[in-house]
Nanobody
Framework: QVQLVESGGGLVQAGGSLRLSCAAS????????MAWFRQAPGKEREFVAT??????????DYADSVKGRFTISRDNVKNTVYLQMNSLKPEDTAVYYC????????????????WGQGTQVTVSS
């Protein structure tokens, strides 16, 4: 069982930066691929970024809409995954969710077993 708690959301002006954190409790954090998804009002939840387990590939993957602006990272000692968001745009406004699944990351939300409660990010123009 893994419990996820996001933090770091808020209101920021376009062009600004935020860093989201997701603290995981439970066992074997290092064996889970971690991901960020987001959901804007009236839209479906969409993939943002994922970080597979280090011993499998340690690979990262990003949605095209955030590539070059967002960076996902993880600290297996602190059991935390981060999302550094730079050059934010109004279209990045959404509730951001952290998710976990075994080993290999995926862009499909249905493949994730554990979810946080979400943190609101609002980017003003």
């Amino acid at each position: 069982q893994v419990q996820l708690v996001e933090s770091g959301g808020g209101l920021v002006q376009a062009g600004g930066s935020l860093r989201l954190s997701c603290a995981a409790s439970g066992r074997a954090f290092s064996s889970y691929a971690m991901a960020w998804f987001r959901q804007a009002p009236g839209k479906e939840r969409e993939f943002v970024a994922t970080f597979s387990v280090v011993w499998n590939s340690g690979s990262t993957d990003y949605a095209d809409s955030v590539k070059g602006r967002f960076t996902i990272s993880r600290d297996n000692v602190k059991n935390t995954v981060y999302l550094q968001m730079n050059s934010l745009k109004p279209e990045d406004t959404a509730v951001y969710y952290c998710a976990a699944k075994r080993v290999t990351g995926s862009r499909r939300s249905s493949e994730y077993d554990y979810w946080g409660q979400g943190t609101q990010v609002t980017v003003s123009s």
